[in-house]
């Protein structure tokens, strides 16, 4: 039997945005075209394995270009179906040809014959088409056909094959009026989305398809008679191998019928009055304690659904019984949600952000999550809005899995008797409605919420999602606050000229005394448009900071690959309209305005910065954290604050290498030996900071840190910048745990000061206090595995476990603070040699 595809047609403008590249393939079908006066349409197919072509070239007849081309005809590839690897993959490249602009190409798209699941493909199936570009058919292949759905278009694909495959019931008046509204939904999706898609109809067939699987062979078998005590393979470890099982992931009959028979609802009503005893007491405690990361095993959820009356006393325990309960289980989802849920002792904020997590699909639960989150404060709610705003990808999932699950209730001809269950699908509280009503009355939640959204338009996956999003908190700020929305549209404006400027003066051929020219003579350009801003303008970065102007001459450009803007602007307090714009004695804001440079990782890691001197400050710990701010505006350009101060390395250069004499330099205390001649307040400022950053970026594992990135302001507060490697990642080999330098060392009085010993100390006491709250910042990390951030992307499933390993949380608190302890006595001579190699390179970039 050999391999055919039919009926191809063709949705969207597909010559508006095609391309002038002239091609090769298929010059047969162009003769087609050669004498047609009007641009022609036709798609080309051939059939590719690991990048090496399995057939000849196919195409199709030529059709007059439309926004529909139907051309319902069959492809015959010639190829085996029994012959086809798992690896082969249909490439189409759809064609323009015209008398004057010759030949072009529109867009391709290369689909994988075999799915995930090694399932033959068949029936319907729609290709999205990416412009101007052939289909390329490398693994992977940059032309890929598929882009995840979201929402109503993921639901509305759903429903359609499972038409397609009659899985449905069978009604055809309704099909047809279904089939007219589906069409209707794709031309609407198409035509918003400025999409071209190519429908491809594949043969079916009564039964699967799938690709055949090669029994595994033991490595220990020999093809001799005789035993052969000292083959290489007799002691391979078994673990090295995988092999797949396609039940493996299927549920364990006897094990499924042991849990109905603990779990049956008999004994719901001895469970009521169960008390644990002193053992099984010490075992839930224990349960409790694990990190919102660790799975429970099988017995650990039956003892924790054996007492769960008893465990809705313990706030703590929520989420371990929520993980207990069995879903697909009618009976416990209605104890769970409708009995349990509602008695159970309100849980912590750290335990609510894990409920919004992407493991709870239940909706009921999710409303239970939102309710418990409007009783937070504005300021709580912007202190974890960058994870809030990720949140609302999974809260889209869930909706729209119980909208399904409804509607394929109604389907199947079902009563839905579940009335609670239909008004929480129709009037329940989202979380998007929530952050939208307390936007709209606070004005840095408001601004904040609206740039985090702004940035996570541009996915390709949710960008449709978060499109909604921004139109529906548009609607709300010009419902119930106009000036609001009215300084957001000016803060945009003015983002996007500074995003513009930046990149122009970033792209030039001049050097940096040349450009740092043009940004003066910019800024002082009363036309430019970033000289004065009247009404005193909001700043993004910092909502509640009110600029009137630039101040050119102390603007800069910084000695960088990417050419950093530093721009400093005059404050202003809006309260005060008699206020004097040119008055020099004002109070000034510096911002770093970044061109080409994502930073979303930075903004995660000064948020983690933030919420960590939240919790210490929490147990009356004030290790001087400096969370300076950082936005990201879009994908590829961002704002940061500029703190006053020196790099570790301009300090050793011009202080005579030491930390205390620059300290000293600006807050003198001549009569104070004990302090070094240094201001106490100052040198215990420089303490405090140091133990702080110490531990938490020992905590995040942050990466690539030399004495340009490690800086002290003059009042002694030290702190990081430039966080392109966490968790884990770092471009120099073997880096210490603990990222501290000798010149630090050397600012604390040396290795055997008080200051030092006091140092050490704070750490292990700072050490503690974010080890008691590991669940909050492990999940604040959880919720931000979807994010786009680079460092989590490619290892997602690393990322989280990587701070748990850090917290030593199978350790008592004792033995993991002295294993803490212990790696202030590594030193890495390496790092020393790699900041005097980055020192050469900043020598040799001015």
Not at 16 to 28: F, G, L, V
Not at 245 to 262: C, Q, S, V, Y
Request: aromatic residues 8%; negative net charge; contains cysteine.
């Amino acid at each position: 039997m050999s391999y055919n595809s039919s009926s191809f047609y063709l949705e969207g403008q597909p010559l508006c945005k095609a391309s002038d590249m002239d091609i090769d393939t298929c010059s047969h079908a162009s003769q087609d075209a050669k004498n047609l006066e009007v641009p022609s349409i036709c798609v080309t197919c051939q059939l590719f394995a690991d990048n090496k072509p399995l057939s000849l070239v196919r195409s199709t007849s030529c059709q007059l270009s439309d926004t529909r081309i139907v051309w319902n005809q069959c492809l015959n590839l010639s190829f085996q179906i029994a012959d086809l690897p798992q690896t082969a993959t249909l490439v189409f490249t759809i064609l323009s040809f015209g008398s004057e602009a010759g030949t072009s190409v529109i867009g391709g798209s290369a689909m994988p014959l075999f799915d995930r699941d090694g399932s033959l493909r068949s029936g319907q199936q729609r290709l999205h088409i990416w412009r101007g570009v052939a289909g390329d058919n490398h693994i992977p292949t940059s032309t890929p056909f598929h882009i995840e759905p979201v929402g109503e278009a993921q639901e509305l694909e759903d429903r359609f094959k499972e038409l397609d495959r009659r899985s449905s019931p069978n009604a055809e008046w309704l099909d047809k009026l279904a089939l007219r509204l589906i069409q209707l939904m794709r031309e609407n999706e198409v035509e918003r989305d400025d999409q071209l898609i190519l429908t491809v109809e594949l043969p079916k067939y009564d039964l699967p398809v799938v690709f055949s699987e090669q029994e595994p062979v033991s490595v220990t078998t020999s093809s001799h008679s005789a035993p052969l005590h000292d083959a290489p393979g007799r002691n391979v470890d078994a673990s090295l191998f995988t092999i797949n099982d396609p039940e493996g992931d299927k549920e364990n009959l006897i094990e499924a019928k042991h849990r109905r028979l603990i779990r049956s609802q008999r004994s719901s009503l001895l469970d009521r009055e169960r008390k644990p005893t002193a053992t099984v007491r010490d075992e839930l405690n224990a349960i409790l304690l694990y990190p919102s990361t660790r799975p429970l095993s099988s017995a650990e959820k039956d003892l924790v659904w054996s007492f769960r009356f008893h465990l809705t006393r313990f706030p703590k325990a929520l989420t371990k019984f929520l993980k207990s309960v069995v879903w697909s289980d009618s009976y416990e989802t209605r104890q769970a949600t409708e009995v349990l849920l509602p008695m159970w002792a309100e849980p912590e904020l750290s335990d609510v952000l894990e409920l919004l997590g992407p493991w709870f699909r239940d909706l009921r639960v999710r409303l239970y999550a939102v309710r418990l989150l409007r009783r937070a404060s504005d300021d709580e709610l912007e202190l974890y809005l960058l994870q809030l705003v990720q949140v609302i990808k999974f809260d889209e999932v869930a909706w729209s899995a119980a909208k399904k699950s409804q509607l394929q209730r109604v389907n199947q001809g079902q009563s839905d008797s579940d009335t609670q269950s239909q008004d929480l699908i129709r009037n329940g509280p989202k979380l998007v409605e929530l952050l939208c009503e307390r936007s709209t009355s606070n004005k840095v939640l408001g601004t904040m919420f609206y740039w985090y959204i702004k940035v996570e338009c541009g996915d390709t996956v949710y960008g449709t999602l978060f499109e909604r999003v921004a139109g529906l908190l548009q609607k709300q700020l010009l419902k119930r606050n106009e000036p609001l929305a009215e300084m957001i549209k000016r803060q945009r404006d003015f983002v996007d000229l500074l995003s513009a400027k930046s990149k122009q003066l970033r792209l030039s051929r001049d050097g940096r005394p040349k450009k740092i020219e043009k940004l003066h003579a910019l800024l002082a350009d009363n036309k430019s448009g970033l000289n004065h801003f009247r009404p005193a303008l909001s700043l993004p970065l910092d909502p509640d900071i009110y600029v009137s102007r630039t101040v050119p001459e102390r603007s800069t450009i910084f000695k960088s690959n990417l050419f950093p803007l530093r721009i400093e602007f005059c404050i202003e307090d809006p309260c005060d309209a008699e206020m004097e714009s040119t008055n020099h004695d004002h109070k000034t804001y510096t911002v770093i305005c970044k061109d080409g440079d994502d930073l979303r990782q930075d903004q995660l890691v000064i948020q983690l910065f933030a919420l960590m001197d939240k919790l210490l400050r929490n147990e009356k710990l004030d290790l001087k954290i400096t969370p300076y701010r950082v936005l990201a505006t879009s994908p590829t350009n961002g704002l940061v604050e500029f703190i006053p101060s020196m790099t570790i390395a301009a300090i050793v250069a011009e202080f005579n290498g030491s930390i205390l004499n620059y300290l000293r330099a600006h807050y003198p205390d001549k009569d104070s030996q004990a302090t070094y001649h240094v201001q106490s307040t100052v040198l215990d400022t420089f303490v405090r900071s140091c133990a702080g950053y110490c531990v938490i970026t020992y905590l995040l594992e942050i990466g690539d840190r030399h004495l340009d990135n490690l800086l002290v302001s003059p009042d002694g507060h030290f702190f990081h910048v430039d966080f392109g490697y966490i968790f884990g990642h770092d471009p120099k080999p073997f880096p210490p745990p603990v990222k501290i330098c000798k010149e630090m060392v050397e600012g604390l009085g040396g290795a055997n000061s008080v200051y030092y010993a006091r140092f050490k100390r704070l750490c292990s006491t700072a050490y503690a206090c974010l080890r008691k709250n590991a669940n909050l910042i492990l999940n604040s990390v959880s919720l931000m595995v979807d994010a786009n951030i680079p460092d989590i992307r490619s290892e997602p499933d690393k990322a989280v476990l990587k701070i748990q390993e850090k917290f030593l949380l199978d350790l008592s608190e004792e033995k993991a603070i002295a294993h803490f302890e212990a790696l202030f006595n590594e030193t890495s001579y390496i790092s020393t040699m790699f900041d005097r190699l980055h020192n050469m390179a900043q020598y040799f970039r001015q």
